[in-house]
């Protein structure tokens, strides 16, 4: 738990307090660059906890899971600290691309350095203002530009503290991930930061239920870190627990027919999807190598050989794990009243 003080750029944040504060980054070309967050303190004592999103600059879902959490009127008995930053890479955000004008990964250039370059001086400026403050964070993502992925948290499954806070998110799916360097999750960690990762949808597509799991977790995370009052008749529901996937690639060119949807099961040997010959009478088979749930796809229905079409996340049980998909899928969103984030509790 963080010191009663809290200064970000120089701005002293008492406790029972909300600011926003434009954090400046250099300048690009005449332009000059913030990134704007909200940070909100309530009365008590507690953790402090930052939520970003569009790290990459195309990811949207994330600025408006943020925009629609900061509106709820339960955030008005928090405890602790919950600094919100809706846009990271506002760069990328600017041209609709994941990455910054130098074409680096932002997300790859962690811890960052007041010397290097403007990926890595972002890096520095944000992790300094912002993580280093904090005991835990939530990092927004969507798949990649094409690609959608049903909600899920990536984190360390082996770490039990992390992984509570997971499972209270209460995402579909919760998947192991080892940390990448470079990484924010990995230079979080060394610093003792640790950080829950929602993925969900598509970059540049605002995604309703993918946007409504986000708020409704952070919420839930919040809760189980005791920084809002709790539900007094939560019902718990686990998240369908996975520790490997990987990519299933096309093995011809050609037009992608998808017999196989997102959060939809697999067997080992099973039709996923055809690849035809767009003049040709020629069409190949997709079949899934193991067993699994399909966790993330292609949306494009033009394919060349060796093209990542389908994230599929290895399953030993399909029977767990379709229930438990097909509750989320079906019911998490219609259970959000329990969690006051129906309408009467926005603040318009």
């Known amino acids: 738990m963080k010191d009663k003080t809290l200064q970000i750029f120089n701005v002293d944040i008492p406790q029972g307090c909300i600011k926003n504060i434009d954090i400046e980054l250099p300048n690009l070309y ?38 629609r959490l900061k509106k709820l009127k339960i955030l ?44 890595a001086r972002i890096a520095k400026i944000f992790f300094d203002e912002i993580v280093k403050k904090c005991d835990y964070g939530i990092d927004l993502h969507t798949g990649a530009i094409h690609r959608s992925n049903l909600p899920q948290i990536r984190t360390n499954i082996h770490n039990e503290k992390i992984l509570k806070l997971a499972k209270a ?16 999750r990995a230079e979080a960690q060394e610093n003792g930061v640790p950080i829950l ?6 970059a540049l597509r605002f995604d309703d239920t993918s946007i409504k799991i986000g ?29 490997e996937s990987s990519w299933l690639r096309a093995t011809e060119s050609g037009m992608l027919r998808t017999v196989k949807a997102l959060g939809d099961s697999v067997k080992e040997g099973e039709i996923i999807a055809f690849i035809d010959e767009p003049l040709g009478e020629r069409s190949f088979t997709l079949m899934s190598a193991f067993d699994g749930i399909i966790i993330g796809k292609s949306q494009i229905p033009l394919v060349q050989e060796g093209d990542a079409v389908f ?36 603040i318009e």
Not at 169 to 184: K, N, Q, T
């Open 30 to 67: 005449n332009l000059p660059a913030s990134i704007p967050i909200q940070v909100l303190r309530g009365k008590g004592a507690g953790s402090t906890v930052f939520i970003s999103a569009a790290i990459h600059g195309d990811e949207l879902n994330g600025i408006e899971i943020i925009r």
């Open 76 to 119: 008005k008995k928090l405890k602790g600290t919950l600094i919100l930053v809706p846009v990271v890479n506002v760069y990328g955000l600017n041209t609709l691309s994941r990455y910054l004008p130098d074409r680096r990964d932002l997300n790859r250039s962690f811890p960052g350095s007041t010397k290097g370059s403007l990926a």
């Open 169 to 184: 998110f209460e995402a579909p799916v919760i998947l192991h991930s080892e940390l990448r360097d470079g990484s924010l």
């Open 197 to 202: 990762l929602y993925e969900a949808g598509e």
């Open 215 to 243: 708020v409704k977790g952070i919420i839930n995370v919040l809760k189980e870190l005791q920084m809002l009052p709790p539900n007094l008749k939560k019902r718990y529901r686990t998240p369908l627990i996975l520790k």
């Open 311 to 346: 994230h599929i996340a290895r399953s030993g049980n399909l029977e767990v794990a379709e229930e438990r998909i097909g509750y989320f899928q079906e019911n998490a969103i219609e259970d959000s009243d329990i969690y006051g984030l129906n309408d009467e509790h926005i």
